[in-house]
């Protein structure tokens, strides 16, 4: 409730101050979490096992992502515009990159225990779930990147025009995750593409959130 009501109030305090940017973080995670709680319906009938599995990789996902969340969320509100590389701040940044890598891991590790059982279809579906949940995590690395390289604020990077003004690799952003929510679980499902939205969390600029 903690966190839903922090992502609540800073949308609502951009929209009546208009000096808002999209923070990449908070909106790549959600697209993950939404993902997590849809990718049951868009696969067939499990095995006990599979279902089991399933289960697992889910909550193991969501567990991760708003842990992810809620670091990078204490770091905001404690360092607001500064850098992360701001000696006062490294710490509490270095929490966030640390819980993403630890939900790189936790993921990695689950996905070598599918059971043999689940269709090729699903387990398609389910790779691709998994991948796109990682990269959300990651997305504090490339803000890093991208702040350090900018000298901008984690919070008011965005990786999208970053990335066509200093020509590097393409970003992950809220918009091309849900592009491949949509391509490589839903195909033409247009129920599935529904379950997924991007909602753009905003941070003040110059103000803490």
């Known amino acids: 409730m903690k966190k839903k009501a922090l992502r609540s109030l800073v949308i609502v305090s951009c929209l009546l101050l208009c000096a808002c940017s999209t923070d990449e973080v908070l909106s790549s995670i959600d697209i993950a979490l939404q993902a997590a709680g849809s990718i049951e319906a868009q696969l067939g009938q499990l095995s006990p096992a599979g279902a089991a599995f399933l289960t697992t990789i889910t ?4 567990t ?7 670091w990078y969320s204490d770091y905001t509100a404690a360092c ?4 992360p590389t701001t000696p006062s701040c490294a710490t509490a940044w270095g929490k966030a990159e640390a819980s993403a890598t ?11 225990s599918l059971p043999p059982d689940v269709p090729a279809a699903d387990v398609t579906k389910i790779k691709a779930f998994v991948n796109l949940a990682i990269d959300a995590a990651n997305v ?14 984690p919070a008011s990077v965005a990786l999208a025009a970053f990335t066509k003004k200093h020509g590097t690799k393409k970003n992950t952003t809220a918009a091309s995750l849900k592009a ?30």
């Open 102 to 112: 630890a939900t790189e891991q936790t993921l990695t590790q689950d996905l070598a």
């Open 180 to 209: 491949r929510w949509n391509s490589e679980v839903c195909g033409t499902n247009k129920s599935c593409r529904a379950m997924v939205k991007v909602h753009k969390y905003k941070t003040q600029k110059g103000k803490k959130s």
């Open 80 to 83: 607001g515009n500064a850098a």
């Open 140 to 153: 504090v690395f490339e803000i890093h990147n991208a702040a350090t390289q900018s000298g901008q604020a």
């Open 64 to 70: 991760g992502l708003n842990d992810t969340e809620e």
């Open 59 to 62: 909550n193991d996902a969501t």
